[in-house]
Protein backbone atom coordinates (compact mmCIF):
# COMPACT_ATOMS: atom_id res chain seq x y z
CA UNK A 1 0.00 0.00 0.00
CA UNK A 2 1.16 3.70 -0.92
CA UNK A 3 0.63 5.89 2.28
CA UNK A 4 1.45 9.71 2.18
CA UNK A 5 3.56 9.13 -0.94
CA UNK A 6 4.96 5.91 1.06
CA UNK A 7 4.96 2.50 0.51
CA UNK A 8 4.10 -0.08 3.21
CA UNK A 9 3.52 -3.84 3.01
CA UNK A 10 -0.19 -4.37 3.83
CA UNK A 11 0.62 -7.27 5.80
CA UNK A 12 2.45 -5.57 8.25
CA UNK A 13 -0.43 -3.23 8.06
CA UNK A 14 -2.98 -5.95 9.39
CA UNK A 15 -0.52 -6.87 11.73
CA UNK A 16 0.07 -3.34 13.56
CA UNK A 17 -3.58 -2.80 13.67
CA UNK A 18 -4.03 -6.52 15.25
CA UNK A 19 -0.98 -5.47 18.08
CA UNK A 20 -2.77 -2.45 18.17
CA UNK A 21 -6.27 -4.13 19.78
CA UNK A 22 -4.29 -6.30 21.78
CA UNK A 23 -2.66 -3.33 23.41
CA UNK A 24 -5.87 -1.75 23.75
CA UNK A 25 -7.16 -4.09 25.62
CA UNK A 26 -4.57 -5.44 27.72
CA UNK A 27 -4.38 -2.89 30.65
CA UNK A 28 -8.27 -3.40 30.34
CA UNK A 29 -7.92 -6.86 30.84
CA UNK A 30 -6.01 -6.39 33.75
CA UNK A 31 -8.33 -4.53 35.37
CA UNK A 32 -11.09 -6.74 35.07
CA UNK A 33 -9.18 -9.92 36.38
CA UNK A 34 -7.99 -7.41 39.64
CA UNK A 35 -11.62 -6.33 39.60
CA UNK A 36 -10.48 -2.53 39.64
CA UNK A 37 -12.58 0.44 38.19
CA UNK A 38 -11.14 3.45 36.10
CA UNK A 39 -12.04 6.62 37.57
CA UNK A 40 -14.30 7.79 34.62
CA UNK A 41 -14.97 6.53 30.95
CA UNK A 42 -12.69 9.11 29.88
CA UNK A 43 -10.13 8.06 32.14
CA UNK A 44 -10.19 4.53 30.59
CA UNK A 45 -10.13 5.65 26.84
CA UNK A 46 -7.14 7.92 27.92
CA UNK A 47 -5.05 5.03 29.45
CA UNK A 48 -5.91 2.41 26.82
CA UNK A 49 -5.20 4.89 23.99
CA UNK A 50 -1.68 5.98 25.26
CA UNK A 51 -0.60 2.85 26.28
CA UNK A 52 -1.34 1.22 23.09
CA UNK A 53 -0.02 4.27 20.82
CA UNK A 54 2.87 4.75 23.03
CA UNK A 55 3.72 1.15 22.86
CA UNK A 56 2.84 1.23 19.42
CA UNK A 57 5.55 3.38 18.41
CA UNK A 58 8.31 1.65 20.77
CA UNK A 59 7.72 -1.54 18.36
CA UNK A 60 7.83 0.65 15.43
CA UNK A 61 11.20 1.98 17.38
CA UNK A 62 12.60 -1.30 17.88
CA UNK A 63 12.38 -2.58 14.20
CA UNK A 64 9.90 -4.99 14.78
CA UNK A 65 7.87 -3.69 11.38
CA UNK A 66 10.26 -3.17 9.46
CA UNK A 67 10.64 -5.62 6.62
CA UNK A 68 14.58 -6.28 7.09
CA UNK A 69 13.85 -7.94 10.50
CA UNK A 70 15.66 -11.06 11.24
CA UNK A 71 15.75 -11.31 14.78
CA UNK A 72 15.07 -14.10 15.93
CA UNK A 73 12.72 -14.96 19.32
CA UNK A 74 14.35 -13.90 21.76
CA UNK A 75 15.39 -10.58 20.17
CA UNK A 76 11.85 -9.84 19.43
CA UNK A 77 11.16 -10.89 22.97
CA UNK A 78 13.74 -8.13 24.64
CA UNK A 79 12.08 -5.41 22.27
CA UNK A 80 8.86 -6.11 22.68
CA UNK A 81 9.55 -6.00 26.20
CA UNK A 82 10.98 -2.63 25.73
CA UNK A 83 8.14 -1.29 24.12
CA UNK A 84 5.88 -2.44 26.94
CA UNK A 85 7.88 -0.50 29.52
CA UNK A 86 7.78 2.56 26.81
CA UNK A 87 4.05 2.27 27.29
CA UNK A 88 4.23 1.86 30.62
CA UNK A 89 5.85 4.83 31.58
CA UNK A 90 4.08 6.90 29.20
CA UNK A 91 0.73 5.93 31.41
CA UNK A 92 2.09 6.45 34.91
CA UNK A 93 3.36 10.11 33.74
CA UNK A 94 0.54 10.97 32.81
CA UNK A 95 -1.63 9.87 35.67
CA UNK A 96 1.12 11.44 37.90
CA UNK A 97 0.33 14.56 36.09
CA UNK A 98 -3.23 14.37 36.07
CA UNK A 99 -4.64 12.28 38.99
CA UNK A 100 -7.87 11.54 37.62
CA UNK A 101 -6.81 9.45 35.24
CA UNK A 102 -5.00 7.19 37.71
CA UNK A 103 -4.49 3.54 37.12
CA UNK A 104 -3.00 1.51 39.75
CA UNK A 105 0.49 -0.23 39.46
CA UNK A 106 -0.53 -3.36 40.13
CA UNK A 107 -3.43 -2.88 37.02
CA UNK A 108 -0.30 -1.35 35.15
CA UNK A 109 1.86 -4.97 35.57
CA UNK A 110 -0.34 -7.02 34.63
CA UNK A 111 -1.57 -5.13 31.80
CA UNK A 112 1.92 -5.33 30.46
CA UNK A 113 2.73 -9.02 31.29
CA UNK A 114 -0.76 -9.60 29.47
CA UNK A 115 0.15 -7.32 26.44
CA UNK A 116 3.36 -9.31 26.17
CA UNK A 117 1.53 -11.99 25.82
CA UNK A 118 -1.52 -11.30 23.15
CA UNK A 119 1.30 -9.97 21.08
CA UNK A 120 3.81 -12.53 21.10
CA UNK A 121 0.12 -15.03 20.22
CA UNK A 122 -1.14 -12.36 17.87
CA UNK A 123 2.43 -12.43 15.76
CA UNK A 124 2.98 -16.66 15.96
CA UNK A 125 -0.95 -16.99 14.71
CA UNK A 126 0.19 -13.96 11.99
CA UNK A 127 2.84 -15.71 10.76
CA UNK A 128 1.03 -19.06 10.49
CA UNK A 129 -2.05 -17.89 9.21
CA UNK A 130 -1.57 -14.83 7.31
CA UNK A 131 1.36 -16.22 4.73
CA UNK A 132 3.06 -13.52 2.99
CA UNK A 133 2.14 -15.57 -0.54
CA UNK A 134 -1.34 -14.17 0.12
CA UNK A 135 -0.46 -10.39 -0.58
CA UNK A 136 2.25 -11.12 -3.18
CA UNK A 137 2.39 -9.59 -6.65
CA UNK A 138 3.14 -12.19 -9.23
CA UNK A 139 5.57 -10.62 -11.13
CA UNK A 140 6.86 -11.01 -15.03
CA UNK A 141 10.39 -9.67 -15.62
CA UNK A 142 10.64 -8.46 -19.48
CA UNK A 143 14.78 -8.76 -20.12
CA UNK A 144 17.25 -11.18 -18.65
CA UNK A 145 20.47 -9.23 -19.24
CA UNK A 146 22.79 -7.23 -17.22
CA UNK A 147 19.77 -4.90 -15.83
CA UNK A 148 17.78 -7.80 -14.75
CA UNK A 149 20.44 -9.45 -12.55
CA UNK A 150 19.57 -6.88 -9.45
CA UNK A 151 16.33 -8.69 -9.09
CA UNK A 152 17.88 -11.91 -9.64
CA UNK A 153 19.95 -11.41 -7.02
CA UNK A 154 17.20 -10.53 -4.44
CA UNK A 155 16.47 -14.30 -3.53
CA UNK A 156 16.33 -13.96 0.84
CA UNK A 157 13.05 -14.12 2.26
CA UNK A 158 13.41 -10.93 3.50
CA UNK A 159 13.72 -9.32 0.14
CA UNK A 160 11.07 -10.99 -1.15
CA UNK A 161 7.99 -10.00 1.16
CA UNK A 162 6.46 -8.11 -1.04
CA UNK A 163 6.47 -10.63 -4.63
CA UNK A 164 7.62 -13.42 -6.17
CA UNK A 165 9.24 -13.63 -9.43
CA UNK A 166 6.87 -15.97 -12.17
CA UNK A 167 9.69 -15.71 -14.62
CA UNK A 168 12.64 -13.67 -16.69
CA UNK A 169 11.72 -13.02 -20.96
CA UNK A 170 14.59 -13.07 -22.79
CA UNK A 171 15.09 -10.42 -25.67
CA UNK A 172 16.69 -11.19 -29.22
CA UNK A 173 20.55 -10.34 -29.07
CA UNK A 174 20.14 -10.31 -25.21
CA UNK A 175 23.03 -11.92 -23.38
CA UNK A 176 20.93 -13.56 -20.24
CA UNK A 177 22.56 -13.37 -16.59
CA UNK A 178 20.05 -14.74 -15.06
CA UNK A 179 19.58 -17.97 -13.89
CA UNK A 180 18.49 -20.48 -16.66
CA UNK A 181 15.81 -22.15 -15.05
CA UNK A 182 13.97 -18.93 -14.60
CA UNK A 183 14.15 -18.16 -18.49
CA UNK A 184 11.01 -18.09 -20.80
CA UNK A 185 10.34 -17.59 -25.28
CA UNK A 186 7.37 -15.95 -25.69
CA UNK A 187 5.10 -17.99 -28.10
CA UNK A 188 2.16 -16.26 -27.65
CA UNK A 189 1.02 -12.41 -26.72
CA UNK A 190 2.24 -10.90 -23.65
CA UNK A 191 -1.60 -10.23 -22.42
CA UNK A 192 -2.43 -13.39 -23.10
CA UNK A 193 1.21 -15.06 -21.36
CA UNK A 194 -0.15 -12.61 -18.29
CA UNK A 195 -3.55 -14.05 -18.12
CA UNK A 196 -2.13 -17.41 -18.26
CA UNK A 197 0.14 -16.75 -14.88
CA UNK A 198 -1.83 -14.47 -13.38
CA UNK A 199 0.84 -11.83 -13.72
CA UNK A 200 -0.16 -8.46 -11.61
CA UNK A 201 2.99 -6.86 -12.41
CA UNK A 202 5.89 -6.65 -15.24
CA UNK A 203 9.36 -5.08 -14.33
CA UNK A 204 10.82 -3.78 -17.69
CA UNK A 205 14.81 -4.86 -17.45
CA UNK A 206 15.39 -4.22 -21.19
CA UNK A 207 19.19 -3.70 -21.62
CA UNK A 208 19.02 -1.52 -24.58
CA UNK A 209 15.19 -0.42 -25.04
CA UNK A 210 15.81 1.48 -28.64
CA UNK A 211 15.58 -1.91 -30.18
CA UNK A 212 12.71 -3.70 -30.49
CA UNK A 213 10.51 -2.50 -27.33
CA UNK A 214 7.40 -3.53 -27.41
CA UNK A 215 5.05 -0.26 -27.04
CA UNK A 216 1.50 -1.68 -27.90
CA UNK A 217 1.83 -4.83 -26.28
CA UNK A 218 2.96 -3.52 -23.07
CA UNK A 219 0.06 -0.65 -23.86
CA UNK A 220 -2.42 -3.53 -24.13
CA UNK A 221 -1.56 -4.96 -20.65
CA UNK A 222 -1.77 -1.86 -18.71
CA UNK A 223 -4.87 -1.76 -20.03
CA UNK A 224 -6.20 -4.99 -18.55
CA UNK A 225 -5.06 -4.40 -14.89
CA UNK A 226 -1.36 -5.44 -15.21
CA UNK A 227 0.99 -2.89 -13.46
CA UNK A 228 3.97 -1.71 -15.81
CA UNK A 229 7.28 -0.31 -13.91
CA UNK A 230 10.71 0.74 -14.54
CA UNK A 231 13.27 -1.71 -13.03
CA UNK A 232 15.12 1.41 -11.02
CA UNK A 233 11.32 2.17 -9.77
CA UNK A 234 10.75 -1.45 -8.82
CA UNK A 235 14.76 -1.77 -7.25
CA UNK A 236 13.84 1.19 -4.84
CA UNK A 237 10.13 0.42 -3.57
CA UNK A 238 11.50 -3.65 -2.78
CA UNK A 239 14.93 -2.58 -1.22
CA UNK A 240 14.73 1.32 0.27
CA UNK A 241 17.46 2.41 -1.82
CA UNK A 242 18.34 3.14 -5.33
CA UNK A 243 20.56 0.98 -6.98
CA UNK A 244 23.52 2.53 -8.92
CA UNK A 245 24.24 -0.27 -11.33
CA UNK A 246 20.76 0.57 -12.83
CA UNK A 247 20.67 4.40 -12.31
CA UNK A 248 20.20 7.20 -14.88
CA UNK A 249 19.94 10.95 -15.20
CA UNK A 250 16.72 10.71 -16.84
CA UNK A 251 15.32 8.71 -14.29
CA UNK A 252 16.50 11.73 -11.69
CA UNK A 253 14.73 14.27 -13.90
CA UNK A 254 11.31 12.61 -14.86
CA UNK A 255 10.72 10.84 -11.32
CA UNK A 256 8.97 12.73 -8.25
CA UNK A 257 10.14 13.17 -5.01
CA UNK A 258 13.74 15.27 -4.84
CA UNK A 259 11.43 17.96 -2.96
CA UNK A 260 12.80 21.18 -1.83
CA UNK A 261 9.88 23.49 -2.45
CA UNK A 262 9.78 25.86 0.24
CA UNK A 263 7.11 24.20 2.44
CA UNK A 264 9.16 21.65 2.67
CA UNK A 265 12.17 22.93 3.96
CA UNK A 266 10.15 25.22 6.21
CA UNK A 267 8.93 21.88 7.40
CA UNK A 268 12.08 20.42 7.98
CA UNK A 269 13.46 23.53 9.63
CA UNK A 270 10.80 23.56 12.01
CA UNK A 271 10.99 19.46 12.74
CA UNK A 272 14.49 20.20 13.47
CA UNK A 273 14.28 22.98 15.87
CA UNK A 274 11.93 21.18 17.10
CA UNK A 275 13.45 18.02 17.98
CA UNK A 276 16.36 19.72 18.93
CA UNK A 277 15.64 21.52 21.86
CA UNK A 278 13.15 18.35 23.20
CA UNK A 279 16.48 16.37 22.72
CA UNK A 280 18.36 18.67 24.32
CA UNK A 281 16.39 18.50 27.18
CA UNK A 282 16.32 14.98 27.59
CA UNK A 283 20.01 14.36 27.27
CA UNK A 284 21.89 17.61 28.53
CA UNK A 285 22.47 15.22 31.87
CA UNK A 286 24.45 12.46 29.95
CA UNK A 287 26.49 14.86 28.06
CA UNK A 288 27.71 16.32 31.25
CA UNK A 289 28.52 13.32 32.34
CA UNK A 290 30.39 12.12 28.77
CA UNK A 291 32.40 15.65 29.49
CA UNK A 292 33.56 15.03 33.55
CA UNK A 293 34.36 11.25 31.48
CA UNK A 294 36.33 12.65 28.90
CA UNK A 295 38.07 15.10 31.58
CA UNK A 296 38.84 12.43 33.92
CA UNK A 297 40.71 10.32 31.63
CA UNK A 298 42.73 12.50 29.66
CA UNK A 299 43.21 15.44 31.57
CA UNK A 300 41.51 18.85 32.70
CA UNK A 301 43.10 20.19 30.22
CA UNK A 302 42.41 18.25 27.30
CA UNK A 303 39.79 19.33 24.45
CA UNK A 304 36.44 17.71 25.56
CA UNK A 305 34.89 19.14 21.89
CA UNK A 306 36.43 17.99 18.12
CA UNK A 307 36.10 20.22 15.40
CA UNK A 308 35.97 18.60 11.87
CA UNK A 309 35.70 20.22 8.46
CA UNK A 310 32.41 18.14 6.43
CA UNK A 311 30.72 18.97 3.73
CA UNK A 312 27.22 20.08 3.76
CA UNK A 313 23.59 21.62 1.68
CA UNK A 314 24.86 21.98 -1.77
CA UNK A 315 28.62 21.26 -1.16
CA UNK A 316 29.33 24.06 1.33
CA UNK A 317 32.26 22.73 4.52
CA UNK A 318 31.06 23.93 7.45
CA UNK A 319 32.78 22.46 11.36
CA UNK A 320 31.26 19.79 12.88
CA UNK A 321 30.91 19.22 16.92
CA UNK A 322 31.38 15.54 18.25
CA UNK A 323 32.58 14.94 21.99
CA UNK A 324 36.18 13.68 21.54
CA UNK A 325 36.80 9.87 21.71
CA UNK A 326 39.71 9.65 20.18
CA UNK A 327 43.74 9.94 21.23
CA UNK A 328 44.49 13.96 21.00
CA UNK A 329 47.34 13.24 18.23
CA UNK A 330 45.28 10.59 16.39
CA UNK A 331 45.48 12.34 12.82
CA UNK A 332 48.84 13.59 11.47
CA UNK A 333 47.91 17.37 10.16
CA UNK A 334 46.46 17.37 6.60
CA UNK A 335 46.30 13.48 6.90
CA UNK A 336 42.57 11.69 7.08
CA UNK A 337 41.95 8.33 8.02
CA UNK A 338 38.72 6.05 7.99
CA UNK A 339 37.99 5.14 11.34
CA UNK A 340 38.45 0.89 11.39
CA UNK A 341 36.71 -1.31 13.39
CA UNK A 342 38.28 -1.98 16.92
CA UNK A 343 40.59 1.46 16.48
CA UNK A 344 43.55 1.50 18.56
CA UNK A 345 43.17 5.53 18.50
CA UNK A 346 39.58 5.12 20.12
CA UNK A 347 39.81 6.26 24.33
CA UNK A 348 38.05 3.92 26.64
CA UNK A 349 35.28 6.71 27.03
CA UNK A 350 35.63 7.20 23.94
CA UNK A 351 35.01 3.16 22.71
CA UNK A 352 31.30 3.66 25.20
CA UNK A 353 30.20 7.04 24.32
CA UNK A 354 30.56 6.09 20.46
CA UNK A 355 28.95 2.45 20.98
CA UNK A 356 25.52 5.20 22.56
CA UNK A 357 26.13 7.77 20.26
CA UNK A 358 26.65 9.95 22.87
CA UNK A 359 29.44 11.54 21.35
CA UNK A 360 27.06 13.04 18.64
CA UNK A 361 25.06 14.98 20.58
CA UNK A 362 26.74 18.31 20.31
CA UNK A 363 25.91 18.04 16.57
CA UNK A 364 22.37 19.34 18.19
CA UNK A 365 24.02 22.97 17.93
CA UNK A 366 24.94 22.37 14.62
CA UNK A 367 21.63 21.23 13.85
CA UNK A 368 20.42 24.27 15.82
CA UNK A 369 22.85 26.79 13.61
CA UNK A 370 21.36 25.42 10.40
CA UNK A 371 24.20 23.69 9.09
CA UNK A 372 22.87 20.25 9.81
CA UNK A 373 19.26 18.68 9.84
CA UNK A 374 18.40 16.40 12.59
CA UNK A 375 17.83 13.34 10.11
CA UNK A 376 19.77 13.66 6.54
CA UNK A 377 23.06 11.72 5.17
CA UNK A 378 25.82 12.05 7.38
CA UNK A 379 28.41 14.81 6.51
CA UNK A 380 31.59 13.72 5.44
CA UNK A 381 35.32 15.14 5.57
CA UNK A 382 36.51 17.02 2.36
CA UNK A 383 39.02 14.60 1.53
CA UNK A 384 36.63 11.96 1.29
CA UNK A 385 34.18 13.22 -0.80
CA UNK A 386 36.78 14.94 -3.32
CA UNK A 387 37.87 11.55 -3.53
CA UNK A 388 34.41 9.42 -3.44
CA UNK A 389 33.06 12.27 -6.63
CA UNK A 390 35.56 11.16 -8.62
CA UNK A 391 34.86 7.10 -8.18
CA UNK A 392 31.11 6.89 -7.31
CA UNK A 393 28.54 8.43 -9.84
CA UNK A 394 26.29 10.82 -8.49
CA UNK A 395 27.76 10.63 -5.31
CA UNK A 396 27.68 14.97 -5.17
CA UNK A 397 23.47 14.76 -5.19
CA UNK A 398 23.62 13.25 -1.94
CA UNK A 399 24.43 16.68 -0.77
CA UNK A 400 20.98 17.85 -1.92
CA UNK A 401 19.57 18.07 1.68
CA UNK A 402 20.95 19.04 4.77
CA UNK A 403 23.17 16.39 6.43
CA UNK A 404 22.02 15.13 9.89
CA UNK A 405 22.48 13.76 12.79
CA UNK A 406 20.77 10.38 12.00
CA UNK A 407 20.22 9.00 8.79
CA UNK A 408 17.97 6.20 6.82
CA UNK A 409 21.43 5.06 5.91
CA UNK A 410 22.65 4.69 9.20
CA UNK A 411 19.52 2.36 9.80
CA UNK A 412 20.04 0.21 7.19
CA UNK A 413 24.00 -0.03 6.77
CA UNK A 414 26.26 -0.74 9.35
CA UNK A 415 29.64 1.58 9.98
CA UNK A 416 31.51 2.15 6.60
CA UNK A 417 35.06 2.45 6.45
CA UNK A 418 35.92 1.85 2.13
CA UNK A 419 34.49 3.43 -0.99
CA UNK A 420 32.80 0.25 -1.12
CA UNK A 421 30.65 0.82 1.93
CA UNK A 422 30.57 4.69 0.65
CA UNK A 423 29.07 3.42 -2.58
CA UNK A 424 26.41 0.91 -0.74
CA UNK A 425 25.78 3.78 1.62
CA UNK A 426 24.94 5.96 -1.06
CA UNK A 427 22.27 4.19 -2.47
CA UNK A 428 20.67 4.57 1.14
CA UNK A 429 21.10 8.13 1.03
CA UNK A 430 19.92 8.78 -2.70
CA UNK A 431 16.46 7.21 -1.35
CA UNK A 432 16.35 9.53 1.15
CA UNK A 433 17.05 12.77 -0.71
CA UNK A 434 14.06 11.25 -3.33
CA UNK A 435 11.47 10.34 -0.71
CA UNK A 436 12.28 12.27 2.19
CA UNK A 437 9.29 13.69 3.95
CA UNK A 438 8.25 14.63 7.32
CA UNK A 439 6.54 11.17 8.04
CA UNK A 440 10.03 9.35 6.52
CA UNK A 441 11.87 11.84 9.34
CA UNK A 442 9.52 10.80 12.38
CA UNK A 443 10.05 6.73 11.87
CA UNK A 444 13.82 7.38 10.93
CA UNK A 445 13.95 9.20 14.09
CA UNK A 446 12.22 6.45 15.95
CA UNK A 447 13.88 3.79 14.58
CA UNK A 448 17.46 4.99 15.84
CA UNK A 449 16.53 4.27 18.82
CA UNK A 450 16.61 0.29 18.18
CA UNK A 451 20.50 1.09 16.38
CA UNK A 452 21.59 3.23 19.96
CA UNK A 453 20.18 0.45 22.47
CA UNK A 454 21.70 -1.68 20.61
CA UNK A 455 25.19 0.03 19.64
CA UNK A 456 24.67 -1.51 15.92
CA UNK A 457 26.96 -0.09 13.54
CA UNK A 458 29.27 2.19 15.88
CA UNK A 459 33.03 2.40 15.61
Known sequence: MRIFQHHILFPLLLLACAEAGALAASPLIAAQLLHTQFHSPLAATADLAVFAVVTLLGLVAMGLYSRRQRTRILGVVVRSAAAVLAGIAAVAFMSYGVPALFMSRAALGLGAVIALVLTGVVRIVFDRA????????????YGAGRRAIGISQLRRRTDQRGFVIQSFIRLEDERPVVPADRIVSLDRPLLEYCREREIDEIVIAMDDRRRAFPVHELLECRLNGVEIIDIVDFLERETGKVRLDVLNPSWIIFSPGFD??????????SFDIAASVGLLLISWPFMLIAL???????????????????????????DVLKFRSMRIDAEQPGTAVWAQKQD??????????????IDELPQIVNVLYGDMS???????????????????????ERHCVKPGITGWAQLCYPYGSSEQDAAEKLQYDLFYVKNHSMLFDLMILLQTAEVVLWGQGAR
Open 374 to 396: FVGPRPERPEFVAELENRIPYYR
Open 260 to 269: RSRWREFSKR
Open 344 to 357: PRVTRVGSFIRKVR
Open 130 to 141: VTDDIFKRRVLV
Open 292 to 318: VAILIEDGWRAPVLYRQRRIGLDNQPF
